[in-house]
């Protein structure tokens, strides 16, 4: 009896020793699994790191490139707006040049400004004969008397229909100056009388200017002595 139970106990012994190394040779190969997996999932991890870095500069990449294209565009809309105020305000400007020289022919349509030199000296003709009654007077502006420079504002304003200032010191600065051997019919013809005084007239043509003397109204040669050594510069108002 002793000796069967000691058999048993040596078949359980060596059952229980083959099952350990069973089971350490189950967990080393585990163990070796386990080891071996871990560079794998370690090569993973970094491929999936790298591809979410390639992910995210290409998306990084994507988002530059559409703010790019934005600012291209948004710089075409500005240019391309740019270029529609430029014509649309050309265009207001071309209009607005038509209509003030319309509004030049209309303001000017019933002018003798533009009269050639045969027909001014038939104005100035003319504007003699209805003020030659008139007399002189300093200061005077109408049909009890009247002086040099409001005889020329008057002329102008009534058969050029172009308003002068009313005195000879600020009629002198209107205009374009013109030499006297360049003189037309229509230009204002100014004197030093005096130290202080000074006189205005219209050149008529033919060496003569149409003016409110002293004497009268009256047509004088610019060559009289007085009149020669006085002579003081011209102005062009109108054409």
């Given at each position: 009896?002793?000796k ?5 106990t ?30 794998q ?57 038509v ?65 002068l ?28 009388t ?19 003397s ?14 020669k ?11």
């Open positions: 009896m002793l069967k139970i000691s058999i048993i040596t078949l359980f012994l060596l059952f229980f020793s083959i099952q350990g190394n069973l089971y350490a040779n189950q967990s080393s190969k585990n163990s070796s699994k386990i080891e071996k997996q871990k560079p999932q370690k090569k993973q991890n970094i491929q999936s790191k790298n591809t979410k870095t390639k992910t995210d500069k290409k998306s990084k990449s994507t988002q530059q490139n559409k703010i790019t294209k934005n600012k291209v565009e948004n710089k075409k809309i500005v240019k391309t707006n740019n270029k529609v105020a430029k014509n649309k305000n050309t265009k207001l400007q071309k209009i607005a040049k209509n003030k020289n319309q509004k030049s022919e209309n303001n000017y349509s019933n002018s003798y400004a533009y009269l050639n030199k045969n027909e001014k000296v038939k104005v100035f003709n003319e504007f003699y004969n209805e003020t030659k009654h008139i007399k002189y007077r300093m200061g005077g502006t109408g049909k009890n008397g009247i002086d040099c420079s409001a005889f020329i504002q008057k002329m102008f304003k009534e058969k050029f229909d172009y308003t200032s009313r005195s000879t010191i600020t009629q002198v600065n209107e205009g374009i100056e013109v030499k006297k051997s360049e003189l037309q019919p229509g230009d204002l013809v100014f004197f030093k005096s130290k202080v005084d000074k006189h205005v007239g219209v050149y008529t043509g033919n060496g003569e200017f149409l003016h409110a002293i004497k009268g109204i009256q047509y004088t040669k610019l060559d009289k002595p007085f009149y050594d006085s002579y003081w510069t011209a102005r062009r108002v109108i054409n």
